[in-house]
């Protein structure tokens, strides 16, 4: 939990802490899938609202981000990779960021339901919450499962797009939710392979610290193995195709290959050359998950020129 004796009051705050303090890395993936899950959904939307919606949903993804950094700031300030987030950094007062957060989070939940509907608000505010208390207040350093169970809450995004245009839930909308829930743990556990000692060191309970390497490894290629089905069943419904399949396809195969090379290399080896496979696939796992969502995207266009499964044989 947050240490109030981490703040330099001396520092000075302007409005880029704390818009930093809204992670807008994460947040920028949190808005592409949540804009996808609009786009691709059966039934259109009014562009303003739509627009409304979609700045909504990134509010409460920031708001999670600030409340997150305000939990988190006493092992932050430990790890090199978040030592110069606002609160460690003392750019922002832990309290503050607090505030900030709960504000943004109720507001964010608040508009959404006006704007849109309250299935779609409601999405917003669990995701809120389990990223906030489940993950970040418990999970995170209670067990090595922390991503898995908290990868849920990154998943929810398409989710609440997809609720915002129709209102409801679908089996398209839960099976691009499983596509970020399973394609989570092997992306951080990738990343924990070679980032180990700030874990460590920072006393979070990752899998690499729990029960080694090893075991770490074998996780990444058993979960890549069944991310692929999932993946590949959303090209066979009703906002997948062959475009989504084809190109689907090869990606799978890239990030398998790249899971089978970090799970075949032992710890010397991967000690001397400075972790260079595992941070390959950490950067694979990246355009992974964008162009799965880009090709629903691509998927949706196409549909306007009757590029469909039943046209494929007409059109390759």
Known sequence: ??????????????????????????????????????LVAPVSVNPIIGFASILFVAIGAGASGALNMWWDADIDVIMKRTRGRPVPAGKVTANNAMIFGLWM????????????????????????????????MWLKRSTPQNIVIGGAAGAFPPMIGW?????????????MFALIFMWTPPHFWALALFMNQDYDAAGVPMLTVTHGKRTTRNHVLV????????????????????????????????????AYDIWKRDDDAAEADNYLVERKVFRISLYYLFLHFALLLVEATAKTFGLTWAAWP???
Do not use: C, H
């Open 1 to 38: 939990m947050a240490d109030a004796t981490l703040i330099d009051q001396g520092r000075e705050t302007d409005v880029g802490d704390y818009f930093a303090l809204l992670k807008p890395r994460v947040m920028s993936l949190v808005v592409f899938t949540a804009l996808v899950g609009l």
């Open 105 to 136: 989070s109720m507001i964010s939940v608040l508009m959404l339901g006006l704007t849109a509907n309250y299935l779609a608000a409601g999405l917003l505010a669990f995701t809120i919450f389990f990223y906030a208390v489940v993950y970040t």
């Open 163 to 175: 609720a915002i245009a129709t209102g409801g839930i679908s089996v398209e909308s839960v099976l």
């Open 223 to 258: 979960y890549t193995i069944l991310l692929v089905p999932v993946a590949m069943a959303v090209a066979f419904t009703s906002i997948g195709g062959p475009l989504y399949f084809t190109t689907a396809l090869v990606l799978n195969l890239m990030f398998l290959k790249g």
């Open 314 to 316: 007409q059109w390759i």
